[in-house]
């Protein structure tokens, strides 16, 4: 599956900013798809993942609360919806897909085999 993340900007502190993650050549369906993140000299790091059929999500301490992500059925795509954002959720985003990852590996960016195209965002203080 090839997939696209776009929707990123700039925003002051405290706004929102709702990022797509979306699918061409197959369905999501059967997949895990997540949202990682990686700041300016910093490694990457897991944000959020969504089991496609069982709709369940899973969230790093940092945006629990905060972020929220969920599933488009009619753009088969998957929304990151960023709320309360602060300067140090400043950071490439990637949206990241794989069919074949357990439990315990969803929060691991090597258990990722599809990745999309970085969208930046930007949180002014």
């Known amino acids: 599956v090839q997939l696209q993340a776009f929707g990123g900007g700039l925003v002051q502190a405290g706004g929102s900013l709702r990022l797509s993650c979306a699918a061409s050549g197959r369905t999501f369906s059967n997949y895990v798809v997540a949202w990682f993140r990686q700041a300016p000299g910093k490694g990457r790091e897991f944000v959020a993942a969504i089991r496609w059929n069982s709709r369940h999500t899973y969230y790093a301490d940092s945006v629990k609360g905060r972020f929220t992500t969920s599933r488009d059925n009619a753009e088969n795509s998957v929304i990151l919806q960023m709320n309360s954002l602060k300067p140090e959720d400043t950071a490439v985003y990637y949206c990241?897909?794989?069919?074949?990852?357990?439990?315990?590996?969803?929060?691991?960016?090597?258990?990722?085999?599809?990745w999309g195209q970085g969208t930046e965002v930007t949180v002014s203080s």
């Open positions: 990241a897909a794989s069919r074949n990852i357990i439990v315990s590996s969803y929060r691991n960016e090597n258990g990722y085999s599809n």
